[in-house]
């Protein structure tokens, strides 16, 4: 049973684009290969809260990353720090913010882009700043990592459906056609990736609304999608809401590793 695992975050991905647009994912779904889930992000629906609450599994008013100009290494374990700590490689394609919580705060475009040398809680990482920085790169990115360094946790962050909803709103057909351009670059990478040995999760932080922004309650800034490849998950569709402070323990439980003790009890009833 493999504890191997590769978490792709899309930014901005809301859950039914990416039920109505996501050809490839829901092809694995109805072959028995793959499971989805509907998941409710924490509040506030804002990227680098969200960030943290994906990768450290504690909710804000305890993490207080509340805003995206809270700009300071986090102050809780990760999911970066527990691969580490059981001896497991990690490594990271991401936009910046991501090694400005784990790695070092302020993010220097010059000398920060690449991170290779393993001593930081983020072990491999390479960074992008420009929110349209081409997804093909980034999973480009990802891949070299991977068959580089051969991590056992793989997290990509790719930026472009969030871009493109920021510029043209969710109910716009340049977000649509970004989330089945993204579909259309998983096609190409997770047959091999799975083939290698990986479980595979797909998620967003958070949704996109018509008005081309998000931060609020409602379902479009909130609702998120959470596909799972994985030999230790019942295949199908779930219709009840998983919330989004599962997926960390979710991640560690896919590890095999023990989750840190800020995180809540994994209580996802499908997993073998």
Known sequence: MSNKLIFIMLDGLRYDTAESRMG????????????????????????????????????VYKNRITSNQTI?????????????KNGLKNATASYYWVSELYNSAPFNKITDRFQLDGQKPIERGIFYWEDHYPDSHLFADANFLLST?????????????????????????????RVLNVDGLLAELLPNWIEAGYQIIVTADHGMN??????GT??????????????????????????QLQIAPLVCELLNIQQSPAMQKLSIPVLK
Request: charged share 30%.
């Open 218 to 243: 409602t379902t479009a800034d909130r609702d998120v999608p959470l596909f799972i490849i994985s030999d230790r998950v019942k295949p199908g569709i779930y219709k009840e809401d998983i919330p």
């Open 149 to 177: 360094y051969q991590p056992e946790f793989l997290y990509v962050h790719s930026m472009n459906i969030d871009n493109d909803g920021h510029k043209f709103t969710a109910d716009s057909k340049e977000y649509r056609n």
């Open 24 to 59: 490839y994912l829901h092809h694995l779904i109805e072959k028995g290969k793959a499971s989805r889930f509907k998941v409710k992000s924490e509040l506030p629906s804002i990227s680098r809260p969200l960030y943290e609450v994906l990768l450290t599994g504690t909710p």
């Open 210 to 215: 018509d008005d081309g922004n998000h931060g």
């Open 72 to 84: 300071r290494l986090s102050h809780e374990e990760s999911i970066f720090h527990l691969t580490k």
